[in-house]
């Protein structure tokens, strides 16, 4: 399939293996010893940058860093000005983190700017190693596209992380110009942009598949709810006359578990809990849960965010203690490009791997590209469906696999309908 690259037998396959030893090395690039955890423009991104740059340079791009900390390279044919693919992930982690998640998606992009060098194609391709996608330091996401797409809000600035440094401190201990931020945006002369992803989910390797392409990005509700019963001696207090604000919240979290487990697609977590006075001997008086349900379609999303207030409500009363709650994000379903989409499900096709689409439940990047260039996303499998975790993997197979589909995927790109 990929004779007209003149590449030795099993050379993807090697090149697969090649690019996961990269991941590996780049996950040693960590703010703590024996794990990875690299946060926004700490010292740690300044050695992937260095690592990353030396492979853009190899492949003769022009590189580049923006005033939020995105490494940029563009390959531009000689005598080629046609639009930009743009390809791109993140290189922040959360904290103990995997090897794969985001940086796999920049390598494969480098990757994918090589094959397109071996094919002798016509596309000018920009990789994009984005500064920041977690969150994690300063408790907003996406900071990277934010600013290549121009929603960068200028106030976030101010931001503190917990060592109370400012986000536009941060910037300029990097060597960067926060007010260079606008400059960062890309113009109208994109293609679309392609973001290769691990799934971060067991479906496919319950399928048995290599890759996926996304169709969406679910929207997703966050809420805080507040249950409020009364603090009293355990062991004077009959049951019955308990206002147990924890049991009130347990029992309405199992009927929330239970609802979304009859409907597929939807998924509803109460992730974090706080108990007030949390002490063995006292009836807890005051519960915090988190809310966070996601689905791919906005409708059933906040149906369901209804339903499990009104169930909130119910238990509340029955149990005789009060409950509140405030939304705190409500983010619309993403969905991605359809023609660019149907690319690269055609390239799949044509690499000789069933055509699977299926939705992401888990933000990306790409969600934030949708809103400025035509968007789409690549999937491989994650063995175990573990992501977010040291354990995180990808099989040299699912890797070769999206090498391969890049091939025809870069091919259609660079028709003359593309131009």
Known sequence: MTDSISLEPNALRLRAADAIAECRLIATMSEETGRTTRR???????????????????????????????????????????KLLVLGSHIDTVPD???????????????????????????????????????????????????????????????????????DTAIRAFGLDPAGISAARIDDEVLGFVEIHIEQGP??????LSLAVVE?????????????????????????????????????????????????????????????????NVIPGVVEVSLDVRHIENRVRSQFVKEFQRTASTIAHKRGVEVEWVEKMEQETVPMDRVLSDDLLAAVAAAGFPERKMPSGAGHDAMVMAARAPAAMLFLRSPGGISHHPDESVLEEDVEAALTAGVFFLRRMSGPMKL
């Open 203 to 208: 479906i496919l390797e319950a399928e048995g």
């Open 97 to 167: 983190a995997g090897a794969f998640d985001g940086v796999l998606g920049v390598v494969l992009g480098l990757e994918w700017v090589r094959l397109a060098q071996e094919l002798g194609l016509d596309r000018p391709i920009e990789v994009i190693a984005f500064s920041e996608e977690e969150g994690v330091r300063y408790g907003v996401p996406f900071l990277g596209s934010r600013a290549v797409t121009g929603t960068f809000d200028l106030s976030m600035l101010a931001y503190e992380d917990a060592e109370g440094v400012r986000m």
């Open 216 to 280: 969406g990005i679910a929207g997703q509700s966050r809420l805080g709810f507040r249950f409020t019963g009364h603090a009293n001696h355990a062991g004077t207090t009959p049951m019955h006359l308990r206002r147990d604000a924890l049991a009130a919240a347990a029992e309405w979290m199992l009927a929330v578990e239970t609802a979304a487990r009859e409907v597929e697609g939807l998924v509803a977590t109460a992730g974090k809990i706080l108990v007030e006075p949390n002490a063995t």
């Open 40 to 82: 926004y423009l700490t010292q740690p991104v300044a050695e992937v940058h260095a690592r990353l740059r030396a492979r853009m340079e190899a492949l003769g791009m022009a590189v580049t860093v923006d005033a939020v900390g995105n490494l940029r390279g563009v390959w531009r044919p000689a005598g080629v000005s046609g």
